[in-house]
């Protein structure tokens, strides 16, 4: 199990989309009741000092994995703006970014039914809605948004070329594309490649491996203790592994460098 979640992506593509379902929705079927999380990526802390921005008290919690969406978003400014978030999960980040930087409009997209269902009855914040969709066959029109966000969500993606060439529809003529996500370092060459074969200019990057540890070491406690409490004993090691805690194949991966991780700000190359 604990191999399964460490190697996912480079799982045949046609199981990819049926285990990441059956993964979140069972992951959200654990917090009907009790809402302690709505980040689920590995969190992003400064490397001078943890803390890069101010939250308000009820955010404190998910400090890391907001501090991530900050990074990931604040390449451009979203004020008055329509923005598209692909993969966004139980939606914390959707909710902070649209409470924080007064999108005109938000829409949170997820492949995940409870995922969805979730988002719509925990985050009802104006401005703010969520849709069900696949990344790689966006349920919208033609240059429909100013900014499309992705975080920690791409490197699923059984056809990563079908995502970009949405987004590149999607996108209106001087719209940013926002995506922040992990690599193998092998293979970084190879995604800016498939960027720029997309029709995408990289306007600006920044490698933020080094912030993914010292989240993840910072966080590590609140982490296993919440695992602890909640999950069942014989996934605790297999959840572990997905919450990259310290001595986890992905913990290890990110600290040696194996796994890169990179936010990028692009726009359309024409
Ligand atoms: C690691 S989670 C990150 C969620 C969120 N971005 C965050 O940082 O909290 C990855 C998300 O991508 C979603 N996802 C995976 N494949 C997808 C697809 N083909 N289309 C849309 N969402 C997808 C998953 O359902 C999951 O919610």
Redesign the pocket.
Known sequence: MRRIVENYAELPRFV??PL??FW?SWIISREKHDVVM????YGFAGLDTERTIDLEPRDESERY?LQ??HRAASWVPLEGKDVL??????G??ASFLTRYMHPRSYVG????DP?IAFCNQHHQVPNLRFVK????QLPFEDNSFDAVL????SR???HIMK?FSEVKRVLRPDGAFLLTDMRWSADVPKLREQLRDSGFRIVEEQEIRENVVRALDTDDSRKRALIGQRIPKFLIKAFGEFAGVQGSGRYSSFASGAMEYLSFHLEHAD
Do not use: I, Q
């Open positions: 990819r989309k990441w379902r979140h709505t980040c689920m990526n994995g991530m969406y978030e692909v993969g966004a999960g139980r914390g980040g997209l997820d492949l995940s995922g969709g696949d990344a790689e992705n975080v920690e969500s699923c993606y059984p995502f």
